[in-house]
């Protein structure tokens, strides 16, 4: 298990010294009374919470939605973390249980929405577009629709959701968010030859996705 | 591989971000960057791909305001929710911050009064009336110190008194729940004690196997079933031995199916009474094929008389 009590955010030395000296809270594990500890761990895990839930819900009201719960369960359970493990890797099993929950449930309300489909009840049903449309974004999403997506954060953001679940989480945790190897297998619960690879074919699929479109910039 | 080979362009994805990345070996690094120079479509693959990891960079973003406030305000109320519930280290503390409190006032200041009253050469009347303010000071002091102290006893002990009430509730509970229980048991008791009852009665014997051979002649008709409640405790075998005349004797054997004897009877006396008894243990006859031998016997001879057989199965 990774030994440092962060993933990747050196402890900021200005709150560390915050009036309570070198006191740690003792379920944190991070510098400055508890309320202080915790809201340096909302602002450290906020973002990679958020980006892997991103990736596996692609969604992104859905995954806004899935952290929030993760921190509340966190919150509610933090009696019972016992430090065995970092708290990093405590909150991303929390967060990977209440994705596959909500996926469960998303694909639940899709089978329902596309069995009234079938039998007629629903002709057209907007929700049932958004599901068909989540369910199949590798197609929907071409070089050419990236192209015309304007912006780059926005074609780039469009390219990221037609990866795959995994290595998309992978790319945005080690690209996004500047984790290190060791840090993403501890996250995600990844062999480190498995992040080796989703990272490297998520990085070439990636690229391929964004060529024209990067081309086109460069002339 | 040697410096002043060629870098092949087919290995740019493999090196680019090693290269980016800056853990590409110094020595291929020099290569790449050479062959860069004069292949424009490597350069090109280069600069896509820094734009690419730029623009992944830039992706990274700050909790959205009042996200953090609003989880540490929960984390707040969580712990309070927490630290309420912990009564018992409530009252430790207490016990504790009493113990450790310095004893009021009056005492001290009533020792140090002389002694600045020499210091300062103040008379007597009004280092008296100072000293009398004072002990009145620190009594009223004290007694709202004393106040605030009961108010937390009694605070807690609400608590306690709650804590007791709920705690009562959840025994008186447990009680109706073992009582209900008890009930319960003692139904299936009375209703186990019943059967038992039964089957002890002498209806449990009544026969039910009845072999019944009319003549002497032997049987080798079909083979019935004799099916036994398993409950019975006993079964009775009853041959029913009519006109068995002229044998001083008889003896029945029973076998099993193979052959091999389970039980003889021994010698009865012979007359036409009419009625040969065994008794059977349920169990002792395993379900099976079974055959009885009824023997007449004259002097040392055996003369078997009729034979009987059935395939006996319990219920």
Sequence with gaps: MNGKPIARVEPDPDRQSGGTGAEKHPVLALAGNGEEAFANRVRELHGPLLQTAVSYLRNRDAAEEVVQETWIAAIRGLSGFKGKSSFRSWIFVILLNHTKQKLKGERRRKQLLGSALKDGRVETDPVTTAVSQHGAPSSHFTPERLFLAGESGEALRNALATLPAKQQAVLRLRDIEGYTPKEVCSSLGLTPGAERVLHSRARSRLRRLLGPYLKKRVR | ?315
């Design chain 2, 1 to 315: 591989m040697k410096a002043d080979t060629p870098f092949p362009c087919s290995r740019i994805d493999e090196i680019v971000y090693d290269y980016l990345d800056r853990t590409l070996e110094p020595r291929e690094s020099q290569r790449f960057e050479r062959h860069l120079g004069t292949c424009p479509s490597c350069a090109s693959a280069l600069w896509e791909t820094e734009r690419m990891l730029e623009g992944l960079t830039a992706l990274k973003e700050e909790p959205e305001s009042g996200v953090v406030e609003a989880l540490v305000e929960r984390f707040r109320q969580e712990s309070a929710r927490k630290t309420r519930g912990k009564v018992v280290e409530l009252r430790s503390h207490q016990k504790k911050r009493r113990d450790g409190r310095p004893s009021p006032g009056p005492p001290d200041l009533a020792q140090a009064g002389p002694e600045a009253a020499a210091r300062s050469g103040v008379s007597w009347p009004r280092l008296l009336a100072a000293g009398l303010a004072a002990v009145s000071l620190a009594l009223s002091f004290w007694v709202v110190q004393l106040r605030s102290q009961l108010e937390d006893v009694a605070s807690v002990a609400a608590v306690d008194r709650a804590s007791d009430h709920d705690r009562l509730a959840s025994l008186e509970s447990q009680i109706d729940a073992s009582r209900s229980e008890l009930a319960r048991s003692q139904a299936t008791i009375r209703e186990l004690e019943e059967q038992m009852t039964r089957l002890l009665q002498p209806q449990a014997f009544v026969p039910t196997a009845y072999v019944y051979p009319p003549t002497y002649l032997r049987y080798s008709g079909e083979t019935p079933t004799v099916t036994v409640p398993r409950t019975a405790g006993f079964f009775q075998l009853t041959f029913v031995l009519d006109d068995v005349q002229g044998f001083p004797a008889l003896q029945v054997s029973v076998l099993r199916g193979d052959g091999a004897q389970v039980w003889r009877s021994g010698a009865v006396p012979g007359d036409d009474s009419g009625h040969l008894t065994t008794l059977f243990r349920h169990g002792f006859l395993p379900a099976g094929a079974y055959r009885a031998e009824l023997f007449g016997l004259v002097d040392d001879k055996r003369s078997e008389l009729a034979r009987y057989e059935w395939e006996l199965a319990y219920e």
